[in-house]
């Protein structure tokens, strides 16, 4: 059984950093990219950061460019993303995601559908 697995989040003050940390096991996605959506309560689900599969490609929100940093252990079959400066409106719930449907390509998926496995997702609030 596939399973993407999220940690990390939690409470924190506006300014704080929080680091989460999706672990999969069942198979490998060293291949693949991976990415990371957010929802808050009463909006969709929204795309935060993704990876290609070596890690040297990168793509953000515009919304947390230069304060969220994603990166990537293949080793691990761990995927990360360190939140920096954090603020109220980063308050939702953060899902890993993969996309296995391509092998060792350059290009990150920024779309809900091009994702085929989720995680159940970790809880960061950013109170003010």
């Known amino acids: 059984q596939v399973q993407l697995v999220e940690s990390g989040g939690g409470l924190v003050q506006a300014g704080a950093s929080l680091r989460l940390s999706c672990v999969a096991s069942?198979?490998?996605?060293?291949?693949?990219?991976m990415g990371w959506f957010r929802q808050a309560p009463g909006k969709e689900r929204e795309f935060v950061a993704g990876?290609?599969?070596?890690?040297?490609?990168?793509v953000y929100a515009d919304s947390v460019k230069g304060r969220f940093a994603i990166s990537r252990d293949n080793a691990k079959n761990t995927v990360y993303l360190q939140m920096n400066s954090l603020k109220p409106e980063d308050t939702a719930d953060y899902y890993c995601?993969?996309?296995?449907?391509?092998?060792?390509?350059?290009?990150?998926?920024?779309?809900?559908?091009?994702?085929?496995?989720w995680g159940q997702g970790t809880q960061v609030t950013v109170s003010s």
């Open positions: 995601a993969a996309d296995s449907r391509f092998t060792s390509r350059n290009y990150i998926p920024q779309a809900r559908y091009e994702y085929n496995y």
């Open positions: 990876i290609g599969w070596s890690g040297g490609l990168t």
């Open positions: 069942g198979r490998t996605f060293s291949s693949n990219p």
